[in-house]
């Protein structure tokens, strides 16, 4: 709900900071959003069941992600899309990387007494 009310306050002082609106770019935001969800409720999920993650790799990716997530709202506050799409490109290469090391997750076999 956050993100929803961040957008359209992004698109505001974006279009009053340089008068270069960037309500094409809008599409590219959600499609993000929604990205960063997904993986954080597979985050969520593996952890849960308990799968042979590695942690500290995707505590990594996360924090990246959080600080281009940042640098990207600030470029799109100032109208920049030149670093607003750098910016959107770096989050989706984190993305993509924490996809992978999720993909190669593996549950972890449970003992046989319990099964």
Not at 23 to 29: A, C, K, S, T, V
Not at 43 to 51: H, N, Q, R, T
């Given at each position: 709900m956050k993100t929803l009310l961040l957008i359209p306050i992004l698109l505001l002082t974006g279009c009053m900071a340089l008068n270069k609106p960037l309500y094409?770019?809008?599409p590219e935001i959600v499609k993000v959003d929604a990205r960063m969800k997904t993986v954080n409720k597979q985050l969520g999920f593996l952890d849960?069941?308990?799968a042979d993650l590695d942690l500290v790799a995707a505590?990594?990716?996360?924090?990246?992600i959080?600080?281009?997530y940042s640098a990207f709202e600030v470029a799109f506050a100032d109208g920049?899309?030149?670093k607003f799409?750098?910016?959107i490109n770096r989050i989706n290469t984190q993305v993509d990387a924490l996809e992978d090391l999720i993909a190669e997750a593996k549950p972890i076999p449970l003992p046989?007494?319990?099964l």
């Amino acid at each position: 709900m956050k993100t929803l009310l961040l957008i359209p306050i992004l698109l505001l002082t974006g279009c009053m900071a340089l008068n270069k609106p960037l309500y094409d770019r809008q599409p590219e935001i959600v499609k993000v959003d929604a990205r960063m969800k997904t993986v954080n409720k597979q985050l969520g999920f593996l952890d849960m069941i308990g799968a042979d993650l590695d942690l500290v790799a995707a505590r990594r990716h996360i924090d990246l992600i959080g600080v281009f997530y940042s640098a990207f709202e600030v470029a799109f506050a100032d109208g920049d899309a030149e670093k607003f799409q750098s910016m959107i490109n770096r989050i989706n290469t984190q993305v993509d990387a924490l996809e992978d090391l999720i993909a190669e997750a593996k549950p972890i076999p449970l003992p046989k007494e319990i099964l």
